[in-house]
């Protein structure tokens, strides 16, 4: 993985929205509408953040019938977010 595949990544995770949706789909898969319950955003902002993490690799999608269920793609996302949790702790006091 080159610079340019990092910094994709790392992008597609910079924004809050994103990441409060990362942090939901680390408590185990979900759709839209369970996460609009925890999320102040409207449905399509939450809908195209989900896209845009789906291009990055960050989360999979499976149907159940009509609805969309949204889970972290792999356990990396979830060490991802730890270390990113850890780095802000000790860096950004």
């Known amino acids: 993985m080159g610079a340019e595949d990092q910094l994709r990544v790392l992008k597609c995770v910079s924004d809050k929205t994103r990441l409060e949706i990362l ?10 509408r369970d996460m609009l319950e925890r999320i102040n955003q409207e449905q399509s902002l939450v809908s195209h953040h989900l896209q845009e993490m789906r291009k990055c690799g960050l989360v999979k999608t499976r149907r159940e019938g009509k609805k969309v269920i949204y889970s972290l793609a792999d356990d990396s996302i979830v060490k991802l977010l730890d270390d990113v949790e850890l780095i802000s702790k000790k860096f950004c006091k």
Do not use: D, F, P, Y
């Open 23 to 32: 942090q939901l789909l680390r408590e185990g898969e979900k759709c839209v």
